[in-house]
Nanobody, 115 residues
Framework: QVQLVASGGDLVQPGGSLRLSCVVS????????MTWYRQVPGGQRMFVATISRSGITQYDESVKGRFTISRDNAKSTVYLQMDDLRSEDTAVYYCKAQTLESIYWGQGTQVTVSS
């Protein structure tokens, strides 16, 4: 059974940093494109960053230069390093695994940027 468990969300001051993790079980990780999304209350789930099976990355313009997505295939884990956080980064962050057969979502982790 495939399961994605996201963690690392917290309350942080503007300008601070956080690292989110998403551990994937179910033996799909190496074949999956991994993506982070975020969602604010009442809003749509929005793309943040993605990393391909070979490590190619793409970012939304709003986070480019501040966030870094990476993956550790040995640990079946995708990370999102978030630096220079701003109040507008406040959201629930979700990880997604996409394989040729299906799409899987994690449960979300709350990031709050506030002084």
């Amino acid at each position: 059974q495939v399961q994605l468990v996201a963690s690392g969300g917290d309350l942080v001051q503007p300008g601070g940093s956080l690292r989110l993790s998403c551990v994937v079980s179910g033996n799909i990780f190496t074949g999956a494109i991994m993506t982070w999304y975020r969602q604010v209350p009442g809003g749509q789930r929005m793309f943040v960053a993605t990393i391909s099976r070979s490590g190619i990355t793409q970012y939304d313009e709003s986070v480019k230069g501040r966030f870094t997505i990476s993956r550790d295939n040995a640990k079946s884990t995708v990370y999102l390093q978030m630096d220079d956080l701003r109040s507008e980064d406040t959201a629930v962050y979700y990880c997604k695994a996409q394989t040729l057969e299906s799409i899987y979502w994690g449960q979300g982790t709350q990031v709050t940027v506030s002084s």
